[in-house]
């Protein structure tokens, strides 16, 4: 079955420092791929996917996450944080050939920003 | 536009006992769904719907009911609350099964005591 793992449940970084958020998944074949943003005590919102085209994408907020097919990544990246980006974030994958595009979620890792 | 809204947003409930959380959207989404997240685990989906009358169970079905008679609402009845169930349940919604942006509710705030 698909899964994934985002490899770590905590990283702490300075602010103004650059930040990667660490995504790992199981199929090698085509999948979808999703980075959502949970703020504290709110619902999640979409950051940026991927579906197809470039492996490079931006998303809202600074962000932008690189897929690699060989590895199977979807690494989260931001070149400076600040301060309104402590939040958990949530790496989500469609697994191919699934005719209900039913969403898989990783753990989250939460974003501590150090002043 | 409200967006996704889910009413209350927190609940202490007894062991045996019986609710409904709800849930409606004013975007005319066709597609909705519920998960619940606890520490460490992500979100899992309890039951989804991909239109008016039509429902069916996502990973983690079992103590959950749901129905779905208009496009805006979709509630989840927790027929007899047990501890297990004591979570965080998030609401969601998209246009459809293809559109894949979700949108999310505030979020439930469920104890079972």
């Known amino acids: 079955a698909q899964s994934v793992t985002q490899l770590d449940s905590q990283v702490p970084v300075f602010e103004e420092a650059p930040v990667e958020l660490r995504c790992n998944y199981s199929?090698?074949?085509?999948?979808?791929l999703f980075w959502y943003v949970q703020y504290p005590n709110q619902g999640l919102q979409l950051l940026l996917k991927?579906?197809?085209?470039s492996t490079l994408v931006k998303g809202i907020n600074g962000f932008e996450a690189e897929f690699n097919k060989s590895q199977t990544s979807f690494h989260l990246r931001k070149p400076s944080v600040h301060i309104s980006d402590t939040a958990e974030y949530f790496c989500?994958?469609?697994?191919?050939?699934?005719?209900?595009?039913?969403?898989?979620w990783g753990a989250g890792t939460k974003l501590i920003i150090k002043p | 536009n409200a967006g996704v809204t889910q009413t209350p947003k927190f609940q202490v409930l007894k062991t045996g006992q019986s609710m409904t959380l709800q849930c409606a959207q004013d975007?005319?989404?066709?597609?909705m769904s519920w998960y619940r997240q606890d520490p460490g685990m992500g979100l899992r989906l309890i039951h989804y719907s991909v239109g008016a009358g039509i429902t069916d169970q996502g990973e983690v079905p079992n103590g959950y009911n749901v129905s779905r008679s208009t496009t805006e609402d979709f509630p989840l009845r927790l027929l007899s609350a047990a501890p297990s169930q004591t979570s965080v349940y998030f609401c969601a919604s998209s246009y459809g099964q293809t559109s894949y942006e979700q949108y999310f509710g505030p979020g439930t705030r469920l104890t079972v005591t």
């Open positions: 199929s090698s074949v085509s999948v979808y």
């Open positions: 989500a994958v469609i697994p191919p050939m699934d005719s209900n595009y039913q969403l898989i």
């Open positions: 975007m005319n989404h066709e597609y």
């Open positions: 991927y579906l197809s085209g």
